[in-house]
């Protein structure tokens, strides 16, 4: 069994070139261009009162990649974590494939399309809000700004290689745990194979727990390892992480796929939130993906940055990812300092026609198999947020999140009362205490409705609200204090509320920033 290949991800970030149009000539070669680095934002902005249409244009990014005949046997493609919003690719002028969400992850395959020597590699990325797909279509309430703004990277594998792992934790809170190795594998050509894959379990200090190994010649595997014991627990104050190397070799080569994860158990129910079978109210902000000046383009430091704030500054236990699938970086810092996360897929009230819907439960499935070994997240927005009810398409998406990930609960954000709950958990933006002009010795006045008010239900279920005030009373550290003190005061009030209302998991509140 040759075992002289293994598989490697570099990155792929620096001395692009970048043209701020596009035409038909710059597919084959460089001209009137400035050198830049990924993560990009196209166009830098002002720090308000700017024309979005600026950056709703045609931009070109270009690189070259050297190829040697000489590594034939690899198979190499390009990934790209995130580009807004539409991506076209080419390779040395002919057209490869186009990536139409700028918030999921794609992958390109190069092998048999290279040229010994320098090779050109372009991807001219359109800003503009095409309503033929999410979130686009109608008014959005954020700002999509272009450019290639998260890695990209190069990787190197054999013809037979690890696609995919999940991770699955059971028997969580008994002495002795489980743990399931989900395996994918992909094989380039159809070719056939036979070989061996490797579960090895390490925990957080690097020390090898357990490990197991099997012969496999088909594209799915599951392992198991059981009675496992001594594991601690993931959790907010003491997020300890595991870590799953998955080790493939066939004749093809040697793939090695290493996955971060943690034992815990989380659940939502009709008396509230349980982390490892413990009763926890969810204080949190939702958080938006943008900066001023540079939009998108924020590397892995700020992304950490953003969930330190939220954790340790500003003492939340939970952020939405309001609303689209953010950073790798910034939940991968979640699970390190154990901040818990609702994600949920792209989309601001608008649901467009069949194909956009199919589009969007594409999204639901990139997004799950994007981050379901994330301990931090718990729940899977699979709503586009304040939409109407559509009973077939949410049908869809909670059928693909439940298919995909039977350990997590679904969520549907909405701001409509009596709406039909195809969900795990009713997740509702709440306003209600923006509305009153606020007293300081107000009495009676609502502060959060009941859920049965909100849900029409004769009975309590799974209940989350996922947005409060921000909006409602506008606020900047520039106010004066009086009005900064009336800020604070309404978001007290709401937690205050929630926390006396034992048929509400916990509360959201717009905004950790605006835009």
Same mark, same amino acid.
């Given at each position: 069994m040759k075992k002289n290949l293994m598989s490697k991800k570099q990155q792929f970030n620096n001395s692009w070139t970048f043209h701020d149009h596009y035409n038909d000539g710059l597919l084959s070669k460089?001209?009137?261009?400035?050198?830049?680095d990924i993560p990009h934002n196209a166009v830098d902005l002002p720090?308000?009162?700017?024309?979005e249409n600026l950056y709703q244009n045609k931009f070109t990014y270009q690189k070259e990649l050297y190829w040697s005949n000489c590594t034939d046997s690899k198979e190499i493609s390009l990934v790209f974590d995130g580009v807004m919003a539409e991506a076209k690719v080419y390779l040395n002028g002919e057209f490869l494939a186009s990536h139409t969400c700028g918030y999921t992850p794609f992958k390109l395959r190069l092998t048999n399309k290279l040229n010994h020597g320098n090779n050109l590699i372009t991807v001219v990325v359109d800003g503009s809000e095409n309503p033929k797909y999410p979130p686009f279509g109608n008014r959005i309430d954020y700002l999509t700004y272009a450019g290639i703004y998260r890695d990209v990277w190069l990787e190197?594998?054999?013809?037979?290689?690890?696609?995919?792992?999940?991770?699955?934790?059971?028997?969580?809170?008994?002495?002795?745990?489980?743990?399931?190795? !989900?395996?994918?594998?992909?094989?380039?050509?159809?070719?056939?194979?036979?070989? #061996?894959? =490797?579960?090895?379990?390490?925990?957080? $200090?690097?020390?090898?727990?357990?490990?197991?190994?099997?012969?496999?010649?088909?594209?799915?595997?599951?392992?198991?390892l059981q009675n496992l014991t001594d594991i601690h627990l993931w959790d907010l104050d003491t997020p300890v992480l595991y870590r799953i190397d998955v080790i493939l070799e066939t004749d093809y080569g040697v793939d090695i796929y290493p996955s971060s994860f943690g034992f815990r158990e989380a659940e939502f129910r009709k008396n509230g939130f349980f982390l490892n079978g413990r009763l926890i109210k969810l204080l949190g902000l939702n958080r938006h993906q943008s900066y001023p000046y540079i939009g998108y383009a924020l590397g892995q430091a700020s992304?950490? !940055?953003?969930?330190?704030?939220?954790?340790?500054?500003?003492?939340?236990?939970? #952020?939405? =990812?309001?609303?689209?699938?953010?950073? $790798?970086?910034f939940l991968d810092y979640c699970d390190k300092i154990g901040l818990l996360v609702f994600e949920e897929i792209p989309g601001w009230?608008?649901?467009?026609?069949?194909?956009?819907?199919?589009?969007?439960?594409?999204?639901?499935?990139?997004?799950?198999?994007?981050?379901w070994n994330h301990p931090s997240i718990v729940i899977w927005g699979v709503r586009i947020n304040e939409s109407e009810d559509d009973h077939d398409f949410y049908k869809k998406t909670n059928e693909v999140a439940h298919q995909l990930d039977s350990t997590r609960q679904t969520g549907g954000v909405r701001c409509i009362a009596n709406s039909e709950m195809l969900e795990d958990v009713y997740t509702m933006n709440d306003f209600s205490h923006g509305d009153l002009v606020r007293n300081p010795r107000y009495l009676g006045n609502v502060v959060l409705k009941d859920q049965k008010e909100i849900t029409g239900l004769d009975q309590n279920v799974p209940y989350l609200v996922t947005e409060y005030n921000g909006h409602m009373f506008p606020?900047?550290?520039?106010?004066?204090?009086?009005?900064?003190?009336?800020?604070?005061?309404?978001?007290?009030?709401?937690?205050?509320a929630m926390y006396g209302d034992p048929n509400i998991s916990g509360c959201i509140g717009w905004c950790m920033f605006d835009y």
């Open positions: 460089f001209c009137n261009s400035v050198q830049v720090f308000n009162y700017f024309d190197e594998t054999s013809s037979v290689f690890i696609e995919n792992v999940k991770i699955e934790t059971n028997d969580t809170l008994k002495s002795q745990k489980e743990v399931i190795i !989900k395996s994918y594998i992909q094989s380039f050509e159809n070719v056939q194979f036979e070989g #061996v894959i =490797t579960a090895k379990l390490y925990d957080d $200090k690097n020390n090898l727990i357990r490990e197991k190994k099997e012969k496999i010649n088909s594209d799915f595997i599951e392992l198991s992304q950490e !940055k953003d969930a330190d704030i939220l954790k340790n500054f500003l003492g939340c236990n939970m #952020v939405r =990812t309001s609303h689209y699938p953010q950073s $790798k970086y009230q608008h649901i467009g026609d069949e194909a956009w819907k199919n589009l969007s439960v594409k999204n639901t499935k990139k997004m799950i198999e994007r981050d606020t900047k550290t520039t106010d004066n204090e009086e009005r900064q003190a009336e800020h604070v005061l309404r978001h007290l009030d709401v937690v205050n």
